[in-house]
């Protein structure tokens, strides 16, 4: 444009030497400011379509925010919802042929044995974290994070809205007394502390974890001796319905007849799938602890 002006400028000279010169710049139109282009519209992630889960916890979570249609197969422990696609595959010894068998897009784990992600990824096969919590906040958002892996955001955020509102709840009906605690995960006396998700329940309650001080390490499942917990007398003893054996079993073991839980008859049994599994079930594990621990306080005569 600015050259054909140019031209215009020197002919006029031509016809009119007392004309003064046109300037160039006084001649251009103003320039224009050139339209913003919109932001793109960021895409939604494409669901995985083919989802093996090697973690009971991680199966639970993904029903209850209505994943279940995309998962194709599940480890053997993941025995709950009934729905869910029960396999012969191994979470703990896993094997990434047997996986792969299945033709997944997406693998949820919950450890890596057995270079587990490097073999997935290896061949494209995308791998999603989803450790045990240790506490409950943690709890809340790695349930955010699996939805967001599976493409199902909002139902996550539904389900940890409807848990924090459970677990308030039964949080709330417990009495905050420093009761003493123990739970029990096996005959060998392997216990929880409040490093872990099961212990974090207790340490809201206001309880006193006798497993906390075994804890040195900070891992969250700290192995105790039978001398320890008889010394640290609890007054509520928590075992679940796997152990192989009774409350009354343990009330029966030598020197344990003057432990305060024994002696006042406070040793609760709960389901050992929901108290060691976060996820949807888990606010009825925090109700039965609540409710037991009543007893503790206001003993029925």
Request: with cysteine.
């Amino acid at each position: 444009m600015l050259l054909a002006l140019a031209l215009v400028v020197t002919a006029c000279g031509n016809d009119d030497d007392d004309a003064e010169p046109v300037s160039t710049e006084e001649a251009a139109p103003p320039p224009t400011e050139a339209a913003p282009s919109p932001a793109p519209t960021p895409a939604e992630p494409e669901r995985p379509q083919r989802i093996v889960s090697l973690s009971p916890m991680a199966t639970e979570v993904l029903f209850a925010i209505g994943a279940g249609e995309q998962v194709v197969a599940v480890d053997e422990f993941s025995n709950y919802p009934p729905e869910a696609p029960v396999t012969d595959l191994s979470g703990w010894d896993p094997n990434v042929e047997a996986v792969l068998s299945y033709e997944p897009d997406l693998v949820v784990i919950a450890n890596d044995a057995n270079d587990l992600v490097a073999g997935l990824e290896a061949v494209g096969v995308e791998v999603h974290l989803s450790m045990a919590p240790n506490d409950l906040g943690r709890g809340y958002v790695s349930a955010i994070e699996l939805g967001a892996a599976v493409g199902r955001i909002d139902e996550a955020q539904a389900l940890v809205a409807d848990l924090q509102a459970q677990i308030n709840d039964a949080l709330a009906a417990a009495p905050d007394v420093p009761v003493r605690i123990y739970h029990e995960l096996d005959n060998t006396y392997f216990s929880v502390s409040s490093n872990s998700f099961i212990g974090a329940v207790y340490a809201a309650m206001g309880t006193i974890n006798i497993a906390d001080e075994a804890d040195t390490d900070g891992y969250g499942y700290p192995q105790l001796t039978e001398e320890y917990v008889v010394e640290a007398d609890p007054e509520l003893i928590v075992i679940t319905d796997l152990v192989g054996y009774t409350p009354e079993d343990v009330a029966a073991r030598p020197g344990w007849g003057e432990v305060a839980a024994v002696r006042n008859g406070n040793i609760v049994v709960v389901n050992a799938d929901i108290a060691s599994r976060w996820g949807p079930r888990f606010p009825q594990f925090v109700e039965a602890v609540a409710e037991a621990l009543q007893s503790v306080v206001a003993p029925v005569s």
